[in-house]
């Protein structure tokens, strides 16, 4: 995809859960410039605007795109000024969440046997209590998170269930026809993990 230079010369916005999609979606809501002061990114130090993040656990909360001074005066979330108010009150995060109909705290955990997928497109499945990271052709271990864990990872936003038969996710009624899919659309990793749990609940085979 075309970058946003200098902005966007390297992908530091990783840090913060950010995808390159989301990132340049940043970029272009700020027009390049301090979401409060309006100060532009070419008058930064280094040519870039800061990524304020907060209000939730983990790096995932981004609020917006901002000026030195201002990302400093903001430290403790605190407004220093009515545009700082106005900010805060429609942080980035919070609207992403917004437009999914979903809270900040994330959604009702999936059933065990599930897939959802993050915004760097890693899958997790559902092992016993844990999410288990699909880690295809790489030897070590696998990174295991608790839902909630999950969510301050990676950001409830950017979870989401494995979409198998066009319009539905996992797990259906017909789980026949969830086999079908899977095999067909499903990488191998993903998949032998899935009919492995699927298997062990007595639902259905998936070879």
């Keep these: 995809m075309a970058r946003t230079l200098p902005d966007h010369e390297a992908c ?34 280094d040519g870039k605007l800061y990524i304020d993040h907060g209000g939730a ?12 001074s201002c990302n400093s005066r ?56 844990f999410w288990q990271q699909i880690r295809p052709n790489k030897a070590g271990r696998k990174n295991a998170y608790a839902w909630t864990g999950l969510n301050a990872l990676c950001g409830p936003f950017n979870l989401h269930p494995v979409d198998c038969l066009g319009n539905v996710t996992l797990p259906l009624g017909d789980l026949e026809a969830v086999a079908h899919a899977l095999r067909e ?10 009919g492995r749990l699927l298997q062990s609940q007595n639902h259905l085979s998936v070879n």
């Design 12 to 45: 530091g916005h990783t840090l913060y859960r950010l995808s390159c999609d989301q990132y340049e979606s940043l970029l272009a809501e700020s027009g390049r410039g301090c979401q409060i002061c309006g100060l532009p990114s070419s008058e930064m130090p």
């Design 185 to 194: 659309r499903l990488p191998a990793e993903l998949m032998h993990h899935l």
């Design 74 to 129: 903001l430290k403790h979330g605190m407004a220093f000024s009515p545009k700082a108010g106005r900010y805060l009150e429609d942080a980035w995060y919070a609207r992403q969440c917004r437009q999914l109909g979903i809270s900040i705290d994330g959604r009702p955990e999936p059933p065990a046997g599930t897939a959802v997928q993050d915004n760097f497109g890693n899958f997790w499945v559902k092992e016993l209590s």
């Design 57 to 68: 656990p983990g790096n995932w909360p981004v609020r917006g795109l901002l000026c030195i």
